[in-house]
């Protein structure tokens, strides 16, 4: 498991090494990056010998963080690895002249570490984690130039598009973890009945938001504002096939009716944007809609019952794409633009790089032996086997032949025509990266039979599909070598172009309902604010006796202060005009007698005696009086 | 032969004399004999009333003597003062002596 982990390990811990150092990027990015190819293919060696790793991580309290791997996810975790090295060591020469390479390249290594943690998670909340985490790092890195004009609208509009659809994968696991009980993925897989139907649909709409299929596919094309690497590593390993590895995960729970849906919504966007690439006049968001048609031809295997073709189709999808935007970042360096107009002969100015776009290109459409004649011939022989055959095969057929004719045209469009061409920097490093890629959509059809083994899957196989299938291709590639675009109806080529606007997630699926939904809502908001407002109304009643009791209160209150005020000032004017003014009077009036009584104090002796006498008699007089009283 | 009624006129007569002195006299040793004479007056009635109203009780001489020593003291008293009112203001004449007026 250690050697497993290191695949995620070694771009996490480049990333941090770079964000911490902030110089030598690219080389930190590469060694993090060979790490992982390292330890990616080792594990993939021991789990063909049959070995098994399962580890848990102490996460949340009682919600542990599992991995684990089975052949399914080192077969990704090789695929993921291999192709963001060449993607890497294809930058080093793209971004050779850009400022920033820090920023470029830590998100590059933290996009890849979180694309092997969702390969590699055996648990809900991990690969909800890692889901979160491509999310972030798409957007970082789409709107990377964000300070040129319309690099930023894309970003958010990827970001916000694929969020949308990510309602489903939370409303899913919600589901799945409420039913099972456990956050472990292959446990909870085994819910069935109604649970399994919802959770399915849940599932597969946030995989068909990621995949950038209809009716969100609108996101994928405006992604081409990002740098080419970018584009490339988005479209080919990691951000898009994050939906194609949901519902290979999850293919064990879905039930028939599920399956029809992920069917026909994969054999639409096929179809659809198979149109949109056909009538596109820029060469990067041709590429942009083929891998939206590339992973409907996955979702119609997995609707066909037979995920292994698609895993297959997805292993190839990852070499062919990678090869082509490696490509046509080449082109886009000789001419400053990836319109079709500036790129004219643009081929005959870089042979070699046309060739490994061609056999890329090729590979795509399916021509033997290169590596996507087998995926789509399974692909195809799965869609004959299917129960809805007559739905998905004849979607499966058009595809086809919708593939040969847009790769043909950019083909033609790419080798005639004359332009000025600029000398390309780093093409050294390019065109390294572009022969690894092309080399592998050549050859890995010989690696489909022992991948089937490993799997434990047989890739259906048909004799009539086959053939039905190299027909179809091969008319594609006439009708799209022989003729201009020009001869489609214009109306019908704008809107193609365009990504069927009409049909556009942000636009027609998410926009007008938001805005009805926002419309009811506000209705029903109305309504509760007239209520609220009746409450309040009674309330304001209510408070309005409450307040007209209070003043008769205050006014009682009030009228006792006002007594008692007057009681004090009554009692005041008592106590200082009565007995205030009795003390002082008596004051007085002692202090006049005293006076009066002070004059007698002559000091004079004989004046002295005269009154004593005068007393002595009074006295006498009061004796003799009070005796003839008594006696008499 | 005396009867009381006799002794108390005496006696009367003694403090009307003896009140007359004190009160028109200004100077303090006249004074002091009105008022001796007044007292002596007093003894008189005392001496009167125990000889004839209870001759049996000896408490009336008593008084009598107790009386005198008061007499004595008082003359004692009133002729300190008067040499002292003599030292200090060179007269004893009391419609001089006006510094005890309230």
Not at chain 1, 267 to 278: F, P, W, Y
Request: proline content about 4%.
């Amino acid at each position: 498991m250690m050697v497993a982990a290191l695949a995620i390990l070694g771009p996490l811990v480049a990333a941090a090494l770079i964000l911490v150092i902030r110089r030598g990027a690219a080389a930190l990015a590469l060694g993090g990056a060979a790490v992982g190819v390292g330890a990616a293919l080792v594990t993939l060696a021991r789990v063909a010998a049959g070995g098994r790793y399962a580890a848990t991580l102490p996460g949340l309290p009682g919600l542990p963080l599992r991995l684990a791997v089975d052949p399914l996810a080192a077969v990704l975790a090789a695929t993921v690895a291999v192709v963001s090295l060449l993607v890497l060591v294809y930058a080093v020469g793209y971004m050779a002249r850009e400022a920033d390479q820090v920023r470029f390249y830590a998100g590059m290594a933290g996009f890849s570490a979180a694309m092997q943690g969702l390969v590699l998670a055996d648990d809900w909340l991990l690969l909800l984690a890692c889901w979160e985490l491509i999310a972030l790092a798409s957007y970082l890195l789409i709107g990377f130039w964000f300070d040129r004009p319309g690099a930023r609208e894309p970003a958010t509009r990827a970001f916000l598009t694929t969020r949308a659809a990510d309602y489903g994968l939370y409303l899913g696991i919600f589901a799945l973890v409420a039913a099972t009980g456990t956050t472990a993925i292959g446990p909870s897989l085994g819910a069935r009945g109604g649970v399994a139907t919802v959770a399915g649909l849940l599932l597969t709409l946030a995989a068909l938001g990621k995949a950038g299929q209809v009716p969100f596919h609108g996101w994928l094309q405006d992604a081409m504002a990002g740098p080419t690497p970018v584009s490339a590593l988005l479209h080919s390993a990691t951000l898009v096939a994050a939906g194609a590895i949901l519902l290979l995960r999850v293919a064990p729970l879905l039930p028939g009716t599920v399956l029809l849906v992920i069917g026909l919504a994969g054999g639409l966007t096929v179809l659809l944007t198979g149109l949109t690439a056909l009538a596109q006049g820029d060469l990067k968001r041709l590429l942009a809609a083929s891998t939206s048609s590339q992973l409907g031809f996955m979702l119609l295997a997995v609707g066909a019952g037979s995920p292994g073709a698609a895993i297959a189709h997805l292993v190839a999808h990852a070499a062919m794409k990678g090869a082509l935007f490696l490509g046509a970042g080449v082109f886009q360096h000789a001419r400053g633009s990836t319109v079709f107009a500036a790129l004219a002969g643009v081929g005959r100015a870089h042979r070699r790089v046309y060739a490994g776009f061609a056999l890329a290109g090729l590979a795509l459409v399916g021509v033997p032996p290169l590596a996507g004649f087998w995926s789509k011939d399974a692909i195809l022989a799965a869609t004959f086997a299917s129960p809805h055959r007559a739905a998905l095969a004849p979607l499966a057929i058009l595809g086809t032949a919708l593939t040969g004719a847009y790769v043909a045209r950019a083909l033609r469009l790419l080798w005639h025509g004359t332009g000025r061409d600029e000398p390309v920097v780093g093409l050294a490093p390019m065109g390294a990266a572009l022969a690894g890629l092309a080399a592998l959509a050549a050859t890995l059809g010989a690696a489909f039979r022992p991948l089937q083994d490993l799997l434990g899957v047989t890739l259906p196989e048909g004799t009539v599909a086959p053939v039905v299938g190299l027909v179809a291709a091969a008319a594609g590639l006439a009708l799209g070598w022989g003729v201009p675009a020009g001869r489609f109806p214009a109306p019908a080529r704008a809107w193609a172009a365009a990504g069927f606007r009409l049909g556009d997630g942000l636009g027609g699926l998410a926009v007008t309902p938001t805005l009805a939904l926002a419309l009811a809502l506000d209705g029903l908001d109305r309504r509760l604010d007239g209520a609220v407002r009746g409450v309040g109304r009674g309330a304001l009643a209510a408070a309005a006796a409450a307040r007209a009791v209070d003043t008769g209160a205050y006014a009682a209150i009030g009228g006792v202060g006002w007594a008692s005020l007057a009681l004090a000032r009554a009692t005041r004017r008592t106590d200082e005009r009565g007995i205030d003014r009795l003390i002082a009077a008596l004051v007085r009036a002692t202090r006049d007698l005293g006076a009066r009584v002070r004059r007698l104090q002559t000091g004079l002796v004989h004046r002295q005696l005269a009154l004593a006498a005068g007393g002595a008699l009074l006295l006498l007089a009061f004796l003799v009086v009070g005796g003839l009283l008594a006696g008499g | 032969m005396i009867t009381l009624t006799v002794a108390l006129l005496i006696g009367a007569a003694l403090f009307g004399i003896g009140l007359y002195g004190a009160l028109s006299q200004t100077n303090l040793v006249m004074i002091m004999m009105g008022i001796e004479l007044m007292l002596g007056a007093a003894l008189v009635n005392l001496v009167a009333f125990w000889r004839f109203l209870h001759p049996d009780v000896y408490a009336g001489q008593m008084f009598f003597l107790i009386v005198m020593t008061v007499m004595a003291l008082e003359m004692a008293v009133g002729f300190g003062v008067a040499t002292a009112r003599f030292r200090a203001a060179g007269s004893v004449e009391m419609e001089e002596a006006a510094e005890l007026q309230g």
